[in-house]
């Protein structure tokens, strides 16, 4: 009996404590904010001492009521034997309120899982062009932005009302061409095998190829474009292995080219990039091994090919601040579908060469674009 009510006893304190937590955690639940990293951390620390101190306050007031009900409302409890009792538990009882404060973070962290779609990104990350990812922060400036009357991302378009038809019927109208069939796998045998161009086969390959100048480098990130895990793997976690930031020139200048398409596109549509600029995102460069569909020969292993995301795709930067988020095509259908369309009409710009070939891939969703020399 005696051991039961122990057991019980120490599962309702250890429940309070987690209780306190859990309130700690709600009530200072943070706003969206632009902090830095290092401010999260410090604010991290404050909370898990507060947390702690939450939860050892509500473990020793569930102790002391527990007591009385068991040894009756007669009996009072000595300060130094109240002290020896509770603080007996003081340890346990502070991990069960930090338990308790990071339960409405482990909810949200859940919920947003499909937000952050592998981006492994943290809120304040700064990149090298000077950008700052703030995903909400970024999310709630273009929500003001649309609260303005007749505010409109692109007012030279009339994409608010027939987005939908306008979107697959440019997609539709893409000029995909398969890689086989159009002589382009061909042409890159014919030219490897007579040494016009170099297939690499391996990163160290592709380091002195860099140091020689028979590949280039390219930007990380710019206000064209962004990398992301380009030859990232498990080991990168979605950022880029720097190695595999490289292309041939002729595939350079096909970037160069397509993006500055791209960004007149979004001028002609009306675009205040005084407030606003879009970039697409990458996350395939020059590759040193076959295609995931098992095709031999791919533009990419002789740094002649480049893939455009298809999800999450594109950057929505607030030049006032520059920092930017990630335009989802859910919650921000319309300016998704927008943007895309856009992007789409600058692929079909770039294809009006019969040096470049452009495919749309399902696997991973991607358009492929690559170039003769």
């Not at 943007?339 to 070939?357: C, G, P, Q, R, W």
Request: proline share 3%.
């Amino acid at each position: 009996m005696k051991e039961n009510l122990g057991r019980r006893k120490f599962l309702k304190t250890l429940g309070a404590a987690t209780a306190g937590g859990l309130t700690f955690g709600l009530i200072d639940k943070p706003e969206d904010s632009k902090e830095g990293e290092n401010t999260q951390k410090e604010n991290l620390v404050k909370k898990t001492l507060g947390a702690g101190m939450i939860g050892i306050g509500a473990g020793m007031i569930a102790n002391t009521i527990l007591e009385q009900k068991k040894d009756g409302p007669t009996k009072k409890m000595g300060r130094m034997d109240f002290i020896k009792k509770t603080s007996k538990m003081g340890a346990l009882l502070a991990g069960a309120g930090i338990f308790g404060s990071k339960i409405p973070n482990i909810i949200s962290s859940i919920n947003s899982k499909k937000d952050n779609e592998n981006e492994e990104m943290n809120d304040g990350t700064r990149f090298p062009d000077g950008s700052v990812y703030h995903q909400k922060y970024v999310a709630g400036r273009l929500e003001k932005f649309y609260q303005k009357e007749g505010a409109r991302m692109f007012p030279n378009e009339n994409f608010d009302r027939n987005i939908e038809d306008t979107n697959k019927d440019t997609m539709e109208k893409l000029p995909t061409r398969n890689y086989t069939s159009s002589g382009f796998k061909n042409w890159f045998k014919e030219n490897m095998e007579a040494g016009n161009i170099f297939r690499y086969s391996g990163e160290e390959q592709i380091k002195k190829a860099m140091r020689s100048g028979k590949l280039i480098p390219v930007n990380e990130v710019n206000e064209f474009w962004r990398c992301f895990n380009v030859k990232g793997g498990h080991k990168y976690k979605g950022r880029n292995n720097p190695s595999y930031l490289a292309l041939h020139e002729k595939g350079l200048e096909l970037l160069e080219k397509l993006t500055q398409i791209f960004q007149e596109k979004l001028r002609e549509a009306g675009l205040d990039k005084s407030i606003w600029k879009i970039r697409p995102k990458i996350e395939s460069l020059i590759r040193d091994e076959k295609l995931a569909n098992g095709s031999d020969l791919s533009p990419h292993e002789f740094g002649l090919g480049i893939d455009f995301s298809k999800r999450r795709a594109f950057d929505l930067i607030y030049v006032p601040e520059n920092t930017f988020m990630v335009i989802d095509e859910e919650k921000n259908n319309l300016l998704y579908k927008s943007v895309e369309t856009l992007f789409m009409e600058a692929l079909k710009d770039l294809d009006k060469s019969s040096k470049v070939i452009i495919t749309s891939e399902s696997h991973p969703p991607h358009f492929h674009i690559a170039t003769k020399i």
